[in-house]
C-alpha cells in the first residue's frame, strides 16, 4: 500500500504539470486568457509583450494526501518549490522577454509490499520498498510582442530535462539464508521544447468599461534523448571481501505529447472578472523506448476550469482591507490515465487571496496565496481514491531595476 506521494505519480514520467500565473491561483485555471500587469504570468508567451514594470515571480506548494483503496489507508506532506520566473522590459508595454524555470512532471511516491514465499525447503518472509523521486522540468526563455493595442503574439524556448530515480530495496529477517538484492533506475535526458501563444483584447465591446479577451498558448511535442542506468547491489561480498555491484546503461528516446491552452476572460467592470480556460494534452502519442508498455494506460487529457475574480481594493487607501484580491474557481481534470477501466479524474475546488504590498518601495508587488481540496481516482477496481489538500503561495515583485524613490 502506499506510504507516500501520489501513487499516480508512478505511471508513465509523473504527474503532468501545467504553470499558470499566481494571479490565476485560486481560480481553477491557468490565467491564458488574461493580464495582470504587476503579476509575471507563465501560461501565454504573449502577455509578455504588455509589461511595463521588471517583475518577478517565485513561489511553493505544500501538499497533503490522504490516500484509501479497499484494504489500508495512508497520508503524506510534500513540499515543493513550484516556479521561478524573471521578466523585463526591452520597449515598455510593447516588447518584453521572460527566462523561467518550472517542472513539467512531478514524480513522489513510495510503496512497501510484505509477502512470503514458499517453496519445498523454506519459507520466505519478505518486504520490497520502491520509492522514486524527480521528474521532468524546463529551462525556459522567450519573447512576447504586442502589435496593436488589441493583439498580442509570443514564443519560447525550453530545455527540457528529465531526472527520475526508481529504487527498489528488498528486507529480509536476519537469519534467513538468502542475501537481499538491491537496485536503482535511473532516467536521464534532454530535449528542446517550443511555445507559441497568442492574446486577443477587445475593450468597450458591451459597454463603455467592460473588456473581453481570448488567449491560447500551443506548447510543441519534445523529443528527448534519454538513458537508463540499472545499478545493482548485491549486499553479500564475494571472495575478496567486496560489495558485488553492477551498471547497466540503455539509451533511448522519450515523446512528450503536444498541449493546448485556450480560454476566455470577460470583465464587465475593473473590479470583477469571470474566466473560463481549457486544457489539452495528447497523451496517447507519448513514447517512452526505454519503457515501451508505459503508454498502455496513457489517454489524452482535458480539463476545464472556470473561476472569478475581484478586486475591491482602491489605490492609494489606507483601509487593511482594500489591499486584498479574491479569486474562487472549480475544476474538472478527465486525467492522462486509464486503468482497468476507469479513467483517474480529478474534481477540485480552489480560493485565494492577493495582498498588495503597503510598501511604498513595493507599491506594485503582491503575495498570493491560494487554498486548493480535490478528489482524485476511485476505490473500484482495488485502485486508490485520494484526498488532496494544497496550499500555494508566491511572491511577485515588480519595479525591480526601475523604481526610482521619490525626493520630497
Same mark, same amino acid.
Given at each position: ?82 516556479? /521561478?520566473?524573471? !521578466?523585463?522590459?526591452? *520597449?515598455?508595454?510593447? #516588447?518584453?522577454?521572460?527566462?523561467? +524555470?518550472? @517542472?513539467?512532471?512531478? $514524480? ?52 527540457? /530535462?528529465?531526472? !527520475?530515480?526508481?529504487? *527498489?530495496?528488498?528486507? #529480509?529477517?536476519?537469519?534467513?539464508? +538468502?542475501? @537481499?538484492?538491491?537496485? $536503482? ?71 512528450? @505529447? ?151
Amino acid at each position: 500500500m502506499l506510504d507516500q506521494g501520489s501513487i499516480y505519480s508512478q505511471y508513465g514520467l509523473g504527474m503532468p504539470v501545467v504553470n499558470g500565473s499566481s494571479a490565476a491561483d485560486g481560480m481553477g485555471i491557468w490565467g491564458v486568457s488574461f493580464i495582470e500587469l504587476n503579476v509575471p504570468g507563465i501560461a501565454n508567451p504573449a502577455h509578455w509583450g504588455s509589461t511595463v514594470y521588471a517583475t518577478a515571480t517565485g513561489g511553493f506548494e505544500l501538499n497533503s494526501f490522504y490516500s484509501e483503496d479497499q484494504n489500508s489507508t495512508a497520508k503524506r506532506f510534500d513540499l515543493n518549490i513550484n516556479h /521561478f520566473q524573471l !521578466i523585463l522590459p526591452v *520597449y515598455k508595454n510593447k #516588447l518584453g522577454v521572460s527566462v523561467g +524555470f518550472m @517542472p513539467y512532471t512531478n $514524480t513522489a511516491y513510495q510503496t512497501l509490499e510484505r509477502g512470503r514465499e514458499i517453496n519445498e525447503a523454506d519459507t520466505i518472509d519478505f518486504a520490497t520498498r520502491h520509492s522514486a523521486t524527480g521528474g521532468i522540468n524546463k529551462l525556459q526563455a522567450g519573447i512576447g510582442w504586442r502589435i496593436t493595442d488589441n493583439i498580442s503574439i509570443g514564443y519560447a524556448a525550453s530545455l527540457v /530535462f528529465a531526472s !527520475i530515480d526508481n529504487t *527498489y530495496n528488498t528486507f #529480509l529477517k536476519k537469519d534467513e539464508p +538468502f542475501q @537481499p538484492i538491491d537496485y $536503482t533506475l535511473q532516467t536521464s535526458g534532454i530535449g528542446w521544447g517550443n511555445r507559441l501563444g497568442a492574446y486577443f483584447n477587445f475593450p468597450s465591446l458591451f459597454a463603455e468599461d467592460d473588456q473581453l479577451s481570448l488567449g491560447a498558448s500551443l506548447t510543441l511535442p519534445v523529443d528527448i534523448n534519454a538513458e537508463r542506468k540499472l545499478k545493482t547491489l548485491i549486499t553479500n561480498k564475494n571472495e575478496d571481501g567486496e560489495l558485488q555491484n553492477k551498471q547497466d546503461v540503455e539509451k533511448g528516446s522519450i515523446h512528450l @505529447p503536444t498541449s493546448i491552452l485556450t480560454g476566455v476572460t470577460y470583465k464587465p467592470n475593473s473590479k470583477l472578472a469571470v474566466s473560463v480556460e481549457g486544457l489539452y494534452q495528447e497523451w496517447s502519442s507519448f513514447k517512452n523506448t526505454l519503457r515501451p508498455n508505459a503508454k498502455n494506460f496513457l489517454t489524452d487529457r482535458y480539463k476545464l476550469g472556470a473561476g472569478i475574480r475581484y478586486f475591491p481594493f482602491i489605490t492609494g487607501s489606507d483601509k487593511f482591507l482594500s489591499n486584498f484580491k479574491y479569486r474562487l474557481g472549480i475544476s474538472y481534470d478527465k486525467g492522462h490515465l486509464n486503468l482497468k477501466g476507469h479513467h483517474i479524474e480529478t474534481l477540485m475546488f480552489s480560493f485565494g487571496l492577493g495582498y498588495i504590498t503597503p510598501i511604498q518601495s513595493l507599491s506594485n508587488s503582491s503575495i498570493d496565496i491560494s487554498f486548493h481540496y480535490g478528489i482524485r481516482g476511485t476505490k473500484a477496481n482495488n485502485l486508490v481514491q485520494e484526498d488532496i489538500w494544497k496550499i500555494k503561495l508566491s511572491i511577485n515583485l515588480a519595479e525591480l531595476f526601475f523604481y526610482r524613490p521619490k525626493v520630497r
